[in-house]
């Protein structure tokens, strides 16, 4: 009996035993499928590289790239062939000088971590902790190298523009000196103010897709403060002969025009039904741009010109900028339509009746299509193109037109005193015109010691 009693006790030892085993490797199993369950929440929450996404925004940065050369053959075009080549130089000289200026510092400044609202500081510097891996604050799906050097296209093209303001009468080095201060002084604060992760205007729920402020605004109000710095060329107005090579400009101005999808549609930072809306209304308002400014020119010059053409669709195209990520197609022809108005009437008869020569209508066409454009973005903007955005007044929602109205006017006030500062202190290091002996003679001798063209007799 006490041998049944023994035997009993040891079965039911074996079967607890078995039974705790049981216990831990069943824990064990949910153990590891917990932290398998977890890993797999962490994975799906953190930031994933999509390669559709991150193939889109680098062809759109070379997409944007393209626009400076495009650019250079638009101004060069449209001076006098003795200055052709310095156009060329300054436009390609400025894809040097900031390409550098943005690995090494300027990117952090615009869009590294923020300094009350207005700059970025340097933690990004020489382009430190910046790699493959994406950053959710501007672009979750492609790795933060690909958002830098697409944000990079629109840094360097910026500058460019200027530069058609004060043609035909800068020396080549204060040129040079005077892109570098104003990239780093005026272009980054204000892309960080605008774009960044606290910068106050985007806090302030300002809608600027792909540069109407940051680009076209900033880049036309300085050009305005250039050009009256520097005063006017000699013998303008009558004195000035017309564009040496149209075809040239022609060329740019088409390249430009391609240029601008990568511009814009690059912007939705993913290859998505965003990026093809704003492809779309970029297209739409370029053509209506183009086709009203022939009309103008037809009804008040007795003809419609080539040149009236291409001036209009850039026009066009700077002024959907802003909204081409928050428009249809009907919002993008009257955009369109308006910026040719008023660019036209900035072109031709205001800047004759002031009288100051904004050489090749870098004020007229990008900062006047610039704060159309903007302020269209307040009127016009929709949710239900852009979820991401806002609607606009004429969609019940009147505060983002003040929005708008607030950010072009604080836009237009610091590039135009900042670039008068800076165009002070450069001059006053380094002389900013050049002497009357070289303008008569040309830039492509007097600055580069080359000729755009060699003729044989």
């Not at 300085?222 to 002969?241: N, W």
């Not at 006030?413 to 002389?431: C, H, I, S």
Request: charged share 10%.
């Amino acid at each position: 009996m006490r041998a049944g009693r023994e035997a009993a006790i040891k079965k039911a030892f074996h079967l607890a035993l078995g039974a705790l085993f049981a216990a831990i490797a069943s824990s064990l199993a949910l153990a590891q499928d917990a932290a398998a369950a977890v890993a797999e929440d962490a994975a799906a929450a953190s930031p994933r590289v999509d390669t559709g996404d991150t193939a889109w925004v680098l062809q759109a940065a070379g997409l944007v790239m393209l626009m400076t050369p495009g650019l250079a053959f638009f101004y060069g075009g449209l001076v006098r062939r003795k200055n052709v080549l310095s156009v060329l130089m300054q436009c390609i000289i400025i894809l040097c000088i900031i390409s550098l200026q943005w690995v090494l510092f300027g990117y952090s400044l615009a869009f590294g971590p923020d300094v009350a609202g207005v700059i970025g500081n340097l933690k990004w510097a020489a382009l430190s902790g910046v790699g493959a891996a994406p950053n959710v604050d501007y672009a979750p799906t492609i790795p933060q190298n690909a958002f830098m050097i697409f944000q990079a296209m629109f840094a360097v093209i910026t500058p460019a523009l200027i530069l058609g303001a004060f043609a035909e009468r800068m020396r080549f080095g204060a040129f040079c000196l005077f892109s570098l201060m104003w990239a780093t002084l005026i272009y980054d604060p204000i892309c960080h103010s605008v774009w960044a992760s606290g910068g106050f205007l985007k806090t302030l729920g300002v809608l600027d897709f792909a540069g109407g402020t940051v680009v076209h605004i900033n880049a036309g109000l300085s050009a305005l403060a250039a050009a009256l710095f520097l005063g006017k060329r000699q013998g303008y107005p009558h004195a000035i002969s017309p564009p040496h090579n149209l075809p040239f400009a022609v060329l740019g101005a088409g390249l430009l025009w391609f240029g601008w999808f990568g511009f814009n549609a690059g912007s939705a930072l993913g290859a998505s039904g965003l990026a093809a809306s704003a492809f779309v209304a970029t297209n739409t308002a370029g053509a209506a741009a183009g086709l009203a400014w022939a009309a103008l020119d037809w009804r008040y010059n007795g003809k419609p010109t080539m040149f009236g053409v291409i001036t209009g669709a850039v026009a066009g195209l700077a002024a959907v900028t802003p909204a081409s990520g928050y428009i249809g197609v009907l919002p993008a022809i009257v955009i369109g339509v308006a910026a040719s108005v008023f660019c036209f009437l900035a072109a031709t008869i205001i800047k004759t009746r002031l009288g100051y020569d904004d050489s090749l209508d870098a004020f007229g066409v990008h900062g006047i299509g610039g704060i159309v454009g903007t302020l269209a973005t307040g009127i016009f903007a929709s949710k239900a193109i852009n979820a991401a955005g806002d609607n606009g007044l004429i969609y019940g929602n009147p505060r983002l037109m003040l929005v708008q109205l607030a950010a072009v006017t604080a836009t237009v006030l610091f590039a135009f005193f900042g670039t008068l500062f800076l165009m002070t202190v450069v001059n006053a290091v380094t002389r900013l015109r050049v002497t009357e002996h070289d303008e008569r003679v040309g830039l492509d001798l007097t600055q580069h010691r080359e000729a755009g063209y060699t003729l044989v007799d």
